[in-house]
C-alpha cells in the first residue's frame, strides 16, 4: 500500500532554534518527493520538489534531504522564526505526476 | 489576483441539499486538482483534469460527487444529497503540467447541519 508517513506529530521549538521533521514512504512507482508549508485554514504552499537523483535541496532557511534507498526525506528548518508556524506536509508522487500521497503532516509551533 | 481562487470561502448548509463549490485556477495551468481534508488530516484526492477532461475521477466517494471543468479554466465541484460525512475543506489546486509545483487555492469550508 501507498503510504507517507511523518514524525513527529507535532513539535514545539524556541524562535531561533533549529528543527528536523522527517518523512517515511512507501510508494511506488516513485517519480518525486515534495514538501508543502500549510499555514491554519490556507492552501498548501510548495516548498521544494527532489527527484530520485537528487539528495539535497535548499531553499532559503529550509533543507529537504532525499535517501531513496532508504526511502527516507527529512525537511530541516534553519534559525526559526514565528512565521515558520504551520503544518509541514511530505508528498510523494507517483509514475503519473499527478498522483500524490500526502502525509498527515507535522505541526510545528515556533514560541517567541 | 494571481492565485489559485475559490468561492465559496465558507459554506453552511442542512443535510441532503445540493451544494456547488468553485475554482479559478492560476490563468494557462492546464492541470487541475481537487482535494478534502478533513480535520487533522492529510489531504484525500478526488479528482485531476487535464485541460477540460478528467482522466482521473478514482479519488470520487460516491455517485453523489461530480465535478466539470469548461473553457480550460473555471470547474465546480458538485455535491449532491450532502450528508454530515462530506463536513470538511475541499482544496482546489492548479500547475502548469502535472510535474510542476501545485498551487492551492484556501479551500471552501463545508459544513453540514
Known amino acids: 500500500k501507498n503510504q507517507v508517513e511523518q514524525s513527529p506529530q507535532s513539535l514545539i521549538i524556541l524562535e531561533g532554534k533549529n528543527c528536523t521533521l522527517q518523512?517515511?514512504?512507501?510508494?511506488?512507482?516513485?517519480?518525486?518527493l515534495r514538501w508543502y508549508k500549510q499555514d491554519t485554514g490556507r492552501g498548501p504552499v510548495s516548498l521544494t520538489i527532489m527527484t530520485f537523483s537528487e539528495n539535497t535541496k535548499s531553499n532559503r532557511r529550509y533543507t529537504a534531504t532525499l535517501d531513496a534507498d532508504t526511502k527516507q526525506s527529512s525537511l530541516h528548518i534553519t534559525a526559526s522564526q514565528l512565521s515558520d508556524s504551520a503544518s509541514y506536509i511530505c508528498?510523494?508522487?507517483?509514475?503519473?505526476?499527478?498522483?500524490?500521497?500526502w502525509g498527515a503532516g507535522t505541526k510545528l509551533i515556533i514560541k517567541p | 489576483g494571481a492565485g489559485v481562487s475559490q468561492s465559496p470561502s465558507n459554506k453552511v448548509t442542512e443535510k441532503g441539499k445540493d451544494v456547488e463549490l468553485r475554482c479559478d485556477p492560476i490563468s494557462g495551468h492546464t492541470a487541475l486538482y481537487w482535494y478534502r481534508q478533513r480535520l487533522g488530516q492529510g489531504l484525500e484526492f478526488l479528482i485531476y483534469?487535464?485541460?477540460?477532461?478528467?482522466?482521473?475521477k478514482s479519488g470520487l466517494p460516491s455517485d453523489r460527487f461530480s465535478a466539470e471543468r469548461t473553457g480550460e479554466s473555471v470547474s465546480t465541484l458538485t455535491i449532491q444529497r450532502t450528508q454530515q460525512e462530506d463536513s470538511a475543506v475541499y482544496l482546489c489546486?492548479?500547475?502548469?503540467?502535472?510535474?510542476?509545483?501545485?498551487?492551492f487555492g484556501d479551500g471552501t469550508r463545508l459544513s453540514i447541519l
Open positions: 489546486a492548479s500547475s502548469l503540467a502535472a510535474s510542476q509545483p501545485q498551487h
Open positions: 508528498v510523494v508522487s507517483l509514475d503519473s505526476n499527478y498522483q500524490l500521497i
Open positions: 483534469f487535464q485541460g477540460n477532461s478528467a482522466p482521473d
Open positions: 518523512c517515511n514512504y512507501t510508494v511506488s512507482p516513485f517519480s518525486n
